[in-house]
């Protein structure tokens, strides 16, 4: 805001005239600077900003009019407000040559005060609502370059979040690959029961700190408003046989009931993100399996409504176990939240997969409500609606062999830096009787594909020396079309979008996720089988 008194100043040869003019402004919050020469007026000019000049035409030296003209060749006063006080006011020629220099208006002597003040208050008030404008102006300036500043900070936050989500993500799940091959490794070996058992205690707690991992890199990436669905044709009921499969080794150790069931008007085949529907009944069912020690915990999926192109679903999943209470189911869907401390104490958890799954439903235009008593148990209700689908059921070769064939003949070469994940990944490979070679980095991947001829590169992306990008970029510029064909599968533990879009753009053929899926593995691989 303005914080200064507008500055008039007063130009007469005679000081009487000056002290008249102050008197009839003495009301007006102004400041007055006199001047009582065309060059004092000139230098007046240039050493102050004023609101307005009240300029003598007739003046001993220098008149008014070429004063003005003088004060007018600086631009900044171009377009300062100049009222000649003249006793000459009535003559045609110096009112023309007044307006040619630039005059607002003209008062004539002796000066009538009513009409004087009024017309010196409305340049004044003009004044002061420009300099407010000003301010304001620079003050939104001030807060413009504030923002882009407050927006490059953001912008390099999230960068190093998402760098630092991305090593720990790749971290965690290089050594939970192992766990989780090993152990289905050893699960095909023909293990004692009480090995078994082992086993699948191994498997199942491994898989849900895989699922806690990506909870975790899912919330960042809804935060980040970068979250994509993909639309694909899927069997729903095939889908939730292999989520009834598992669970039932924990609804079995706890000697809970477990079903689910599908209502006979649901498509066989719809359309959506197959995906996030399992990770959003993961993460209800788990709960639910998790907070119920008694009793039963039941799925039933049906139609809500058959619309144009789409049929809405309606998932019921329903417990007998602790209950929230009434007081608290508003609060468990935000991140972090658990109804009470002692909850978090007995069951774990972070509190992030409820918050996960809500905003997955909603931002595939779906609602999650609840039904809650304490003691008796919760309810989840999904609305959600999907595609109709043209297709009654989907060939899937992937699922439908139940041993692998011999890939005897087939040369791959696995880039992998961790020795644990390179045993993991040779094992498999011998098993499908693949030859295989291995390289601890990307310098010394780009040294054997010199040396030798590959049918396939399996590359991991993070290794010493040179990493995963680089050593496909530097195969792909060798001299030969063998090299700018061969295909490079990257073998990444990272979930990120960009890290999968960077894969593309370098030049790799593909992407598997650690931990791998044995049979994504070898139905990556099989196809370049000579």
């Not at 402004?25 to 307005?52: M, N, P």
């Not at 110096?94 to 017309?119: N, S």
């Not at 890199?217 to 009834?244: A, H, P, Q, V």
């Not at 992998?416 to 499908?432: G, P």
């Amino acid at each position: 805001m303005m914080n200064f008194k507008p500055k008039i100043l007063v130009v007469d040869d005679n000081i009487n005239n000056i002290y008249v003019v102050e008197e009839l402004l003495s009301d007006l919050d102004v400041e007055i600077v006199r001047a009582i020469s065309g060059v004092e007026a000139i230098e007046k000019t240039i050493q102050h900003e004023f609101s307005l000049v009240l300029m003598d035409v007739q003046m001993p030296g220098m008149d008014g009019f070429e004063t003005v003209e003088h004060i007018r060749q600086d631009p900044k006063n171009e377009l300062l407000p100049i009222i000649y006080i003249t006793a000459i006011y009535n003559e045609n020629y110096y009112r023309t040559k007044g307006i040619k220099t630039g005059a607002v208006d003209f008062i004539a002597k002796p000066i009538i005060a009513d009409l004087f003040i009024g017309k010196v208050t409305i340049f004044v008030n003009l004044f002061k609502q420009r300099k407010i404008l000003e301010d304001e102006i620079r003050r939104r300036a001030e807060v413009e370059i504030e923002l882009h500043k407050a927006k490059d900070v953001a912008v390099e936050a999230a960068r190093a979040k998402q760098q630092f989500l991305s090593t720990m993500s790749h971290e965690i799940r290089t050594p939970l690959n192992a766990i989780i091959n090993t152990a289905g490794l050893l699960r095909e070996e023909d293990p004692r029961p009480d090995q078994l058992d082992n086993i699948e205690i191994m498997l199942f707690s491994a898989n849900n700190l895989l699922r806690l991992i990506n909870d975790i890199l899912d919330y960042s990436k809804i935060d980040s408003g970068k979250f994509e669905f993909e639309t694909i044709d899927f069997e729903l009921r095939k889908l939730l046989n292999g989520i009834r499969q598992s669970f039932e080794f924990e609804a079995t150790r706890k000697a809970l009931e477990f079903e689910i069931k599908v209502d006979d008007a649901v498509p066989a085949v719809i359309r959506g993100d197959s995906v996030r529907f399992s990770q959003i009944l993961f993460n209800l069912v788990g709960n639910a399996l998790k907070f119920t020690e008694h009793g039963k915990v039941s799925v039933f999926i049906g139609v809500n409504r058959v619309l144009r192109g789409y049929t809405e679903l309606k998932i019921t999943i329903n417990d007998t176990g602790i209950g929230i209470p009434e007081d608290k189911q508003q609060f468990i869907f935000e991140s972090f939240t658990q109804a009470s401390s002692s909850t978090t104490r007995k069951y774990g958890g972070t509190g992030l997969g409820l918050a996960i799954t809500k905003k997955l439903i909603e931002l595939q235009g779906g609602t999650l409500g609840l039904l809650s008593e304490v003691g008796q148990g919760s309810t989840f209700i999904i609305t959600i609606k999907y595609e109709n689908s043209e297709k009654s059921h989907i060939e899937d070769e992937m699922l439908s062999h139940n041993a692998f064939r011999s890939l005897k003949g087939l040369k791959v070469l696995v880039v992998e830096d961790n020795l644990i994940n390179q045993k993991i990944v040779m094992k498999f490979l011998s098993k499908w009787e693949a030859s295989t070679d291995i390289a601890d980095n990307g310098k010394i991947a780009v040294d054997k594909a010199l040396q030798n001829q590959y049918d396939i590169v399996l590359m991991d992306l993070h290794m010493p020396e040179m990493n995963g990008y680089d050593a496909t970029m530097t195969i792909r510029s060798m001299e030969g079309e063998y090299y700018k064909k061969l295909p490079i599968i990257a073998l990444t533990a990272s979930a990120f979008l960009e890290d999968r879009d960077k894969i593309y753009i370098c030049g790799m053929s593909g992407f598997i996720i650690k931990p791998f899926n044995p049979t994504e593995l070898y139905w990556k691989i099989s196809p370049f089988l000579k």
